[in-house]
C-alpha cells in the first residue's frame, strides 16, 4: 500500500502564492520514481477536476488551462515528494487540493489528466484565496 500525505495549504489573499507538498510512503513494488504524479482540487460543490500532473522522470509535466503560467509541478524522486508550486492565486483556487499516484508504470502521460488512471490518493489539503 502507498500512502499519500499532503501539506502546505491553508489561507491567502488573491495574488498570493503557496507551495503544495505529497509525501509518499509504504511499498512501492516499482519505486516511486516510476509512476507519474497529479495533483486535482475540488471546489464546493463542483465535481474533482485536473490541475497539474508530471511524468515518472520528472522531465514532462501538464496543466489545466486554468493554473498554466501559475503553477508548477515537481517532484523530488529521493525525497519521495511531489510539489505543487501556486502563484497569483485566485479567490477561484479555492478548493481542497489532492495528489494521486498514476496506477500503471512509467505511463506515457498522454491522458494524465483522467482520474481513473490513478489508483492512490491522498486526504487533502485545504486551500482557501480571499479576494
Known amino acids: 500500500q502507498v500512502q499519500l500525505v499532503e501539506s502546505g495549504g491553508g489561507l491567502v489573499q488573491a495574488g498570493g502564492s503557496l507551495r503544495l507538498s505529497c509525501a509518499a510512503s509504504?511499498?512501492?513494488?516499482?519505486?516511486?520514481?516510476?509512476?507519474?504524479m497529479g495533483w486535482f482540487r475540488q471546489a464546493p460543490g463542483k465535481e474533482r477536476e485536473f490541475v497539474a500532473a508530471i511524468n515518472w522522470s520528472g522531465d514532462r509535466s501538464y496543466y489545466a488551462d486554468s493554473v498554466k503560467g501559475r503553477f508548477t509541478i515537481s517532484r523530488d524522486n529521493a525525497a519521495n515528494t511531489v510539489y505543487l508550486q501556486m502563484n497569483s492565486l485566485k479567490p477561484e483556487d479555492t478548493a481542497v487540493f489532492y495528489c494521486a499516484q498514476h496506477k500503471v508504470y512509467r505511463a506515457s502521460c498522454d491522458t494524465c489528466e483522467r482520474q481513473d488512471e490513478y489508483d492512490y490518493w491522498g486526504q487533502g489539503t485545504q486551500v482557501t484565496v480571499s479576494s
Open positions: 509504504g511499498r512501492f513494488f516499482n519505486g516511486f520514481n516510476n509512476y507519474a
